[in-house]
């Protein structure tokens, strides 16, 4: 999705939406499933909706990739069931998740 000054406004807003909607799902679903299966449904559902893109959207402001890393740390708490305020910087690796920040450099180098 591009608006008419090609800052992918409309599509990051998009996908914030959408990862609003998925982590509701997550959160219910940490009652029932461990850690494992969760990171699994990270990358089940929301990671497809990060990487979709990823060379264009890079292109970004700023301002927009850190609503995408802000949804990503909230999903990341709701797995390790912490609170809202607790860090989570340093979890990333742990599960073998990369920061969207540093997913778009990385992408960029390899396209």
């Known amino acids: 999705m591009l608006d008419d000054h090609c800052n992918f406004h409309f599509h990051i807003d998009n996908i914030v939406r959408i990862m609003a909607v998925l982590l509701m799902m997550i959160r219910?679903?940490?009652?029932?499933?461990?850690?494992?299966?969760?990171?699994?449904?990270?990358?089940t559902f929301i990671y497809p909706y990060l990487i979709y893109g990823v060379e264009f959207c890079c292109h970004a402001p700023d301002y927009l990739i850190?609503?995408?890393l802000v949804c990503q740390k909230?999903?990341?708490?709701?797995?390790?069931?912490?609170?809202?305020?607790?860090?989570?910087?340093?979890?990333?690796?742990?599960?073998?998740?990369?920061?969207?920040?540093?997913?778009?450099?990385?992408?960029?180098?390899?396209?």
Request: charged share 20%.
């Open 28 to 43: 219910y679903l940490t009652k029932f499933l461990d850690g494992k299966s969760m990171i699994t449904l990270y990358h």
């Open 66 to 68: 850190s609503k995408l």
């Open 74 to 111: 909230n999903l990341l708490r709701t797995i390790l069931k912490r609170s809202p305020n607790s860090l989570v910087s340093h979890r990333f690796s742990e599960f073998q998740i990369m920061p969207i920040s540093v997913f778009f450099k990385f992408r960029v180098i390899i396209f």
